[in-house]
């Protein structure tokens, strides 16, 4: 499976931003889809997940309630819509693919997914 990730960019504290992952050259609606984000020199980190048919999402606590996460298994496309966006949220987002075994119920282990894509930068000025 090959993940395209795109939409990052430059926005000001409490605007808006939609990232895009497309995937490719397998069966997506199989896949739990993840999206993920790094600082330099620090761990990469859960952001949000949803599960197959897109019944169930998992959030990390700090972007509940601003950030929505969403699938579209037509167009083999996840989503992460990212709303009143905070400095904090600078990061390089990555979107991933997990098609198990599957270890926790949020499916929020990097370890766990199995294809990446290659990254987008969000950066948020204050």
């Known amino acids: 499976v090959q993940l395209q990730a795109s939409g990052g960019g430059l926005v000001q504290a409490g605007g808006s931003l939609r990232l895009s992952c497309a995937a490719s050259?397998?069966?997506?609606?199989?896949?739990?889809m993840g999206w993920f984000r790094q600082t330099p020199g620090t761990e990469r980190e859960f952001v949000a997940s949803?599960?197959?048919?897109?019944?169930?999402?998992f959030y990390e606590e700090s972007v509940e309630g601003r950030f929505t996460i969403s699938r579209d298994n037509a167009k083999n496309t996840v989503y992460l819509q990212m709303n009143s966006l905070k400095p904090e949220d600078t990061a390089v987002y990555y979107c991933?693919?997990?098609?198990?075994?599957?270890?926790?119920?949020?499916?929020?282990?990097?370890?766990?997914?199995?294809?990446w894509g290659q990254g987008t930068q969000v950066t948020v000025s204050s």
């Open positions: 949803v599960t197959w048919n897109g019944g169930s999402t």
């Open positions: 050259g397998g069966a997506f609606s199989n896949y739990v």
């Open positions: 991933a693919a997990d098609q198990g075994p599957y270890y926790v119920s949020r499916y929020s282990l990097d370890f766990e997914y199995d294809y």
